[in-house]
């Protein structure tokens, strides 16, 4: 193995911006974007896969600037098997102090039926293409896609063939989710075994969770050899998602015992980083996801806190502080001032500037004066509601709602719309509705709502709850979120905060796209 020197050291190569991205509804903006590669570099990702760049001009902007932008980490970028998808990746990884072009082909019986190519057509497509990203970059990762539904000499062929023309990396792809952990190790092992050439790469995992096996699957290409793992944070990815980063980071951590292998992950850094995403991409992480959920450390029965009380390691695995969880967590009220606000804040991983600061705790007395305590999980809903809202085309400035049982809902809505404050009274079937209505009516559109999802983010009757709306229209997707103590004004604000997303992408249409659904076209 030729990149590191230590046989059980394991690189991270987060693909949150490609794969993760890639995912119906979860386009991030550019600012997001770079956002989260800065996260990703400091918390030590070995390669960031920053993004597609030919799958659009935005893509292509923002894989540049995160090249530009990193500090430490390999910055990645996808292409086709075509010398234009190539070119155009070079173009926008070349920035980097250290760059990679990650160029791959479906090689299953199946995929090779998409570009209509022999395998000896294939063959020869894989040798001209990884030959010529190697001619541009040093760093060339090839994929063979649905590896793991390749024929196994077939797939031997190309692999060799990709070694023999210059890649340092071969990933070796579960797509579609479908290998076992036996399978995923034993297949890396033969792998090793058999194709000349071997030795002087690293293997690659990268494992999509279809049938919730990616993590294990991913831990058993590492006992069989693997030393590069594909992962996003939260598992974000199509489908069921991709390799969750922190699942298999804490695994290897937590259980080096029996799987002795090291990263270079700030673990104390995960925490902040998954909020984050699941800020921006607007994809909520289950309360009882591992790592990161919000139950993961939580102990919640008489019996586990009377045992976590005498000795923690009772039910705990893993230190919260390991994950950056602070281990106690006091709550705020509404005699806390802002230097208390902006400490809390900082604990939580938010650097706030002086201007937000001034916004966030205007926001913060509104809640504190509603609720007796304001807890960690307030303040970080808090955050996420605060994002956008200054150059926001739509603004919700107030909302009386009239309902009892039986009736019809009344609602009185009054929106700032592009700087304009107009008012609206709708009737509707329940305080939701009517609101939606009033919305619609101040702001017409056909975006249809796909999602629709509340939960309460802390307990007791002044709990916050948390309001998440998807809105599709024409092609484009939008996520929404927002908090409040009153679910349907919560309601109304993440509707809102979605229109507005909706605005942003419409304006920008063209942006995001699907590796598989853009059209193959032949290297020249
Ligand atoms: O899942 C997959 O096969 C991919 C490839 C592009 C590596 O994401
Ligand atoms: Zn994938």
Redesign the pocket.
């Known amino acids: 193995m030729n990149v590191s020197s230590d046989k059980n050291r394991v690189l991270i190569f987060d693909t949150t911006l490609r ?1 993760g991205e890639q995912s119906p509804g979860a386009t991030m903006t550019h600012d997001e974007k770079l956002e989260i590669a800065g996260l990703l570099d400091e918390m030590g990702v070995d390669i960031i896969e920053a993004g597609f760049p030919i799958a659009s001009e935005g893509d292509f902007r923002a894989v540049s600037e995160i090249a530009k932008n990193a500090k430490n980490s390999t910055i990645c970028g ?1 292409a086709r098997a075509s010398f234009k998808d190539i070119d155009r990746c070079h173009e926008a990884v070349k920035h980097a102090i250290s760059p990679r072009i990650h160029t ?1 082909i479906g090689t299953s019986p199946l995929h090779r039926a998409i570009p209509n190519l022999t395998m000896d057509e294939m063959a020869d497509r894989i040798h001209e293409t990884v030959t010529h990203a190697r001619n541009l970059c040093d760093n060339v990762q090839w ?1 063979p ?2 590896a793991t539904r390749t024929e196994w000499d077939y797939l031997c062929r190309v692999i060799e063939i990709a070694i023999k023309a210059g890649a340092s990396t071969i ?1 070796i ?1 579960d ?1 579609v989710g479908y290998t076992a952990p036996r399978e995923s190790a034993d297949l890396i092992r033969r792998i090793i075994e058999t194709v000349p050439g071997a030795d002087d790469v690293i293997f690659a995992t ?1 494992c ?1 969770n279809d049938l919730g096996m990616a993590t294990a699957n991913s831990l058993a290409a590492v006992e069989g050899g693997a030393r590069q793992i594909e992962c996003t944070i939260n598992g974000l990815g199509e489908r069921a998602g991709n390799t969750a980063l922190e699942e298999v980071v804490m695994a290897m951590k937590t259980r080096n015992d029996i799987m002795p292998f090291s990263t270079k992950i700030d673990t104390t850094k995960i925490m902040h980083i998954s909020r984050r995403v699941a800020t921006v991409s607007g994809f909520n992480v289950q309360f009882n996801k591992a790592i990161v959920g919000k139950n993961a450390f939580a102990h919640e029965s008489g019996i586990h806190q009377d045992g976590m009380l005498k000795n923690r390691e009772n039910f705990e695995i893993m230190l919260p502080e390991d994950v950056g969880l602070s281990g106690t967590s006091l709550p705020l009220g509404k005699h806390s001032g802002r230097a208390a606000l902006r400490d809390k804040l900082e604990h939580l991983g938010y650097e706030v500037g002086d201007n937000q600061l001034k916004d966030v705790f205007v926001r913060f007395k509104e809640l504190a004066d509603r609720k007796k305590e304001v807890m960690d999980d307030d303040l970080i809903v808090l955050m996420r509601s605060n994002e956008d809202a200054e150059n926001d085309f739509l603004k919700l400035e107030t909302l009386r709602i009239v309902c009892g049982t039986g009736g019809p809902a009344d609602a009185t809505l009054v929106m700032n719309v592009g700087g304009e404050s107009k008012t609206a009274i709708c009737q509707g079937d329940g305080p939701v509705d009517a609101a939606f209505k009033a919305i619609r009516q101040l702001h017409p559109n056909t975006a249809h709502l796909s999602v629709y999802q509340v939960q309460a983010v802390t307990e007791g009757t002044d709990a916050q709850a948390t309001v998440s709306v998807r809105l599709e229209e024409d092609g484009n997707m939008a996520t929404g979120q927002s908090a409040d103590t009153d679910t349907v004004v919560a309601s109304a604000r993440a509707y809102i905060h979605a229109l507005n997303r909706l605005i942003v992408r419409r304006e920008k249409s063209g942006v995001g796209g699907d ?1 598989r659904e853009v059209s193959y076209t032949d290297p020249s």
């Open positions: 794969d996808l791959f994929s896609m649905d990933n792809p797509t990268h999509h590796v």
